[in-house]
Structure formats: C-alpha cells, structure tokens
C-alpha cells in the first residue's frame, strides 16, 4: 500500500481518498507535510524545504535539541492552512497554482514559525566572521561524537598566514561565554578559587566590553587581574584551552586555490606549519604580481608602498628579502614580518653597493707592525684587516633603519655609509689594538708552571680566551664588546696569579661559573648573548672584583635572569 493517496483492493489501485477521504487527508496532513516528503514541484514547498533546513540548523548553531516544533506542531500549522479535500501531492500542487496571492502568502512557512522559541538569533550565531574587510564563512554542526561538531570556519589558503589567531579566539558570541566559563574552570585549582562562581566572572568580563582585536587569553586575563588581583600566565590558559571540548575550538576548512577542501583541523599552528609556504604562494598570487620580482638590483623612482590592499580585500606588505646571493621583492601577510624582511633585504642591497670600495680601504688602513705582530697566532694581517672593515660595515648596518623603499632612500643610506666606513674602521682598529695588547700580556702566563697543575682550572682560562679572541673576532664582536675585551683579559691575567698562590679558592669560584654555563640556552635562543657575556661580567666579578663590572652582577641576578629565559 502506498502511503499517500492509493491503496491496492483486489489488485487495482484506487485512490484511498475516494474511499475514506477524511481519513485520506489526514494520512496525508500527518505523514507527508511535517518533514515535506512528497515529490512536489511547487515553489512554495521548495522554500518550505530550505527552512527546514535552517531550523536544522539553527539548532546545530545553539547545540540545543528541541528548537524545531516537532511533528505534530508541524502538522497542525498545515492542517489549519490547507483544504480538507487535499490528500495527493498532485492535489496540493493545483491548490497552490491556483491559489491567489494572499492564501500563497498564508502558507510561506517561515523560520520563527517553526521555531519553537524567537531562537533565531544572527547577530549571536552568524553564518559569517567578518576579519578586516574580509568574511569567512562559518557553518556549525551539533554532533559532540564526529570531528565536525562546534563552528567551522572556511578558509581560503592565500588567507592562512595572514589570519588573526587573536580574531577566531572570541569563536562566535552565542558560545563565547560558556567557552569563557570553561576556561576559567580548567585553571589549576590554586588559581580558579579566586574566580567563583566562573560564570558570573565570564559574564563580568563580557559586560566589560574587551578589545576583540586582543587575544581572548590576554584580555581575560587582564580583566580577572584588575577584578581580584590574582595574575594568571599565559601557560596557565594554554593549557585551559587544550582542556576544552572541541565544541568551543574553532574548526578550520582549508580551501585550494579551486575552492575545494585541502584539510581541516582546530589547530591553526599544526595548518601553518604544513601548509605555510604553499599559502604565502597563494597569497602573493592572489595579493599582487606586480611586488613579485627576482634578483633586484636597486629601487625604483617612484617609492614602493609599504601596503597595498588588493581588490579581494587582502591587505599585503611588500618587502625586499635577502636571498643571500640576491635580494627579491616578495609580499607578505604580516607587517612585522615584512618589517624584519625588508630590512635585511635594503642592507644586503647596500653590502652588494659598497662591496667594491672594500679592497681600496683595505689599503689604507693602517696596521703598525707591531699590531700585525701580536695577530700572528690568530690569522694573517690582510685577514686582520677585512675582518675589520666587514666588522665596522656591519656596526653601520645595525645602526641603519633599513626603511629605504624608494632610489633616492636608499642613495642616502648608501652615501651615510660610504662615509662613515673608513674612520669608523680606524676606531674599531684601535680597540682591536688595545685588546691583542692585552692578549699579549695573558698568553706566557696560560702555561702551569708544572705538568698537571691545577689542569681543570687552566682548561677552563684556554675556553674562555677561545671565546673571546679567535680567528673572525674583530669581525664578528661588536665595538661595545671589544670595548671590554681589555677588561675580560686582564681579569684572567689576575685570576692565574691568585691561581698559582689559591688553586682551592680558584676552583671553587670555578665551579660556581660552570653551574652557571651548564644553564644558559642554546646559541639561537633569544637571550643567549646577553647571558653569555653577563657570565663573563660574574668571572670579572669571582676573579679580579677590583676591575669593577660593566652592570650590577651577582649569582643571584644571573640565576634569575636563566630562569627567565627557560621559562
């Protein structure tokens, strides 16, 4: 038997609404209109449809079961609209074609009206996130078993290096403040006793009215510091936020240049590290082809911009990039990172620039005899000499803002260089010449006067003169630590006096700079430098106090100041 309209007596079909045609119409009211299944080709039923659709939904939106009006609801809205003698989809479509246009509009099903609640609510669950003069489509799916449950949002791949994480953060404002309460929640419980009940603490900080171009992290925690004076670090939240169900994460689709899906996840790093280089590619296709240029051997005329906004709403940043063996126009998501770029690209254009004057200055440097002398146990003088001129170069450069973007900025960087070079290298030059004096003064006394005397501790002055006087030292040292290199060489000149008279108290004083040592970050960390010659200040400190130290120095500060840079 078919459910609408027929039913099979003795083999033939007949229409049941001949037979029973209350029963009929009602069959076909409570079965066929709730959820529209019928083959109808009427307009107003295929609108019907996509509002059922974003009643659906909706309710995916606000994780909520229960906004559509069920069934029944459902039946009676058409059972009080349609006419009695209508139990066929054929029926229904000549009703509604003929139908004059006030009975079409009586039965426009529209979304409040299957809405079991005034639940639709854009402005908390919009179908779109508006990041500067761009939109990203979100689409939302409430099903906390499958990876696609919670917000999703598309991603365009020229946008992955370029989008805020600080923007997706705030997730959408219909979850936001339950992601808030959940966060305050996930705190070590020493911290969240400060924020309770959490909810009315999420709600506080949202009727604060926050910076949405702040990270939610760093605006929250703000809020809660100024509120109670507890300070909550950033590991603190990293951490919260991992703890969090995946509902209140935001979803990443990441979309081909085509449109279609390339990957998904909710870690945006994990998106970047994969698909970095290939999304900058996107990006400059689709930012400007015009800043794409190779092997750039000056700048135009006319100033490059330091922005452009393309006609998709992209904002890019064009900047020179050091290639080593070339510089290239290249555009960029970020202006900090176009900033930091354009800057080694404008003083690799001025090394390429000046290159040429480096064997005429050479020269005319002057180096004394006995100068050249004291370098023989490091390298050549000619070396001596390049290493100098490169040194000071690169003193100029560190000095230069590196901003020139147009021919006439750079002619001027060019010329502040050209003429600082020379007597800028006759000062370095004497620095040089007053630390190898020192040098020459420490070197007889780096042998014990017997075999295996006090071995560790002369082992450990041979390690330190390499790092301070090597082959590429008067290079690679700045003037501010060549300034100081005197300083450092006769502190050890007077540590081996007290040496040979104390080795005990050597050692100890030994071992306190080797806990040390055995602390500091590696090379590329960020710190490395500054702890690495604050530790040269402690030896001055441990071995020669009476030479006074360039900054206040203890054990103390430099144990704090190693924490802080592994923390």
């Not at 809205?77 to 006030?102: E, S, Y």
């Not at 990293?238 to 169900?245: C, V």
């Not at 590196?402 to 010329?415: I, K, M, N, V, W």
């Not at 008279?501 to 490395?528: C, G, N, T, W």
């Amino acid at each position: 038997m078919s459910l609408f309209g027929l039913v099979l007596i003795e083999r033939r079909p007949i229409h049941y609404g001949s037979v029973d045609p209350v029963a009929a119409h009602e069959l076909f009211i409570a079965e066929a209109m709730p959820e529209l299944q019928l083959d109808s080709r009427s307009p107003l039923i295929q609108r019907a449809r996509q509002v059922l659709v974003q009643a659906r939904a909706e309710e995916a939106k606000q994780r909520r079961e229960g906004l559509l009006i069920d069934e029944a609801a459902r039946a009676d809205w058409w059972r009080n609209r349609l006419p009695a003698d209508i139990c066929t989809t054929g029926q229904l479509d000549r009703f509604l074609g003929h139908a004059d246009a006030a009975t079409q509009q009586s039965l426009v099903w529209t979304l409040v009206e299957v809405l079991a609640t005034d639940a639709a609510h854009e402005e908390q669950f919009p179908n779109s996130l508006r990041i500067g003069p761009e939109r990203f489509r979100l689409s939302y799916v409430f099903d906390p078993q499958s990876d696609l449950d919670g917000v999703t949002l598309a991603l365009p791949l020229n946008w992955l290096n370029a989008l805020p994480e600080s923007a997706v953060g705030w997730l959408v404002p219909g979850l936001l403040r339950d992601k808030l309460t959940e966060l305050i929640r996930n705190l070590p419980k020493v911290l969240r006793r400060n924020f309770v009940p959490a909810p009315d603490f999420a709600k506080a900080f949202l009727e604060s009215q926050p910076p949405r171009d702040q990270d939610v992290h760093v605006a929250l925690a703000a809020f809660l510091k100024r509120v109670t004076g507890v300070e909550v670090g950033r590991e603190h939240w990293l951490a919260a936020e991992h703890e969090l169900p995946k509902h209140f994460r935001m979803r990443f689709q990441l979309l081909d240049e085509h449109g279609r899906a390339l990957a998904a996840g909710r870690d945006l790093d994990a998106l970047k590290k994969d698909y970095a280089e290939r999304a900058r590619h996107a990006f400059a296709q689709k930012a400007s082809k015009e800043y794409a240029e190779t092997d750039v051997r000056a700048l135009p005329a006319e100033a490059v911009p330091e922005s452009i906004r393309t006609k998709s709403g992209l904002t890019a940043w064009p900047a020179l990039v050091d290639r080593g063996q070339r510089v290239d126009w290249q555009v960029f998501e970020h202006r900090d990172q176009a900033v930091r770029e354009h800057r080694q690209g404008v003083h690799r254009l001025l090394r390429f620039a000046v290159s040429g004057d480096i064997s005429k200055l050479r020269k005319q440097l002057p180096l004394a005899p006995k100068l050249a002398l004291a370098y023989t146990p490091i390298g050549s003088p000619d070396q001596l000499r390049e290493d100098v001129l490169l040194g000071t170069l690169d003193d100029l450069l560190a000095s230069d803002p590196g901003t020139a973007r147009s021919a006439d900025g750079f002619a001027l960087a060019e010329q502040a260089v050209r003429k600082s070079w020379f007597p800028d290298a006759v000062k370095r030059l004497a620095l040089i010449e007053s630390a190898l004096a020192a040098y020459a003064e420490l070197l007889p006394k780096m042998k014990p006067p017997l075999l295996g005397f006090a071995k560790a501790n002369f082992d450990d002055l041979r390690a330190q003169l390499d790092g301070l006087v090597f082959a590429g030292f008067a290079r690679r040292l700045s003037r501010q630590r060549l300034a100081e290199l005197p300083r450092y060489l006769k502190a050890m000149r007077l540590r081996v006096d007290r040496l040979l008279a104390d080795p005990r108290k050597d050692q100890a004083r030994m071992l306190v700079i080797h806990q040390f040592q055995s602390q500091l970050p590696k090379a590329e960390h960020p710190d490395y430098e500054r702890l690495r010659w604050l530790l040269e200040e402690l030896r001055v400190q441990q071995f020669a106090q009476e030479l006074g130290t360039a900054e206040p120095v203890s054990e103390k500060r430099v144990q704090r100041l190693i924490e802080q840079a592994h923390a």
